[in-house]
């Protein structure tokens, strides 16, 4: 059993900052990426942030407002956000690759966070 846990969503004004952290748990062998995605109200699931390693790669929409880092003693992904606006407004997920210690590989999602960006 693999567990992904998000937290760090919340109501922020226009400009402002979040970070969200996403911590894997559980029969883990190995972790390749650490994915966040994002779905708005009435549109499709889209990636956001991706970290494989010490490469990552962002969506073109939060490039330079994001970023996405990792700590792998902990196997913890965070979403650094800044210069909120209203059009980030989402449900944010995590999505990790994991190679479980019965050698399995599969795609594990987490619940997803609540973030709104709001006067």
């Known amino acids: 059993q693999v567990q992904l846990v998000e937290s760090g969503g919340g109501l922020v004004q226009p400009g402002g900052s979040l970070r969200l952290s996403c911590a894997a748990s559980?029969?883990?062998?190995?972790?390749?990426?650490m994915d966040w995605y994002r779905q708005a109200p009435g549109k499709q699931r889209e990636l956001v942030a991706a970290?494989?390693?010490?490469?990552?790669n962002y969506a073109d929409s939060v490039k330079g407002r994001f970023t996405i880092s990792r700590d792998t003693a902990k196997n913890t992904v965070f979403l650094r956000m800044n210069s909120l606006k209203p059009e980030d407004t989402a449900v944010y997920y995590c999505?990790?690759?994991?190679?479980?210690?019965?050698?399995?590989?599969?795609?594990?999602w987490g619940q997803g966070t609540q973030v709104t960006v709001s006067s």
């Open positions: 970290i494989s390693g010490d490469r990552s």
């Open positions: 559980g029969s883990i062998f190995s972790i390749h990426t």
């Open positions: 999505k990790a690759t994991i190679t479980t210690m019965s050698g399995l590989a599969s795609n594990y």
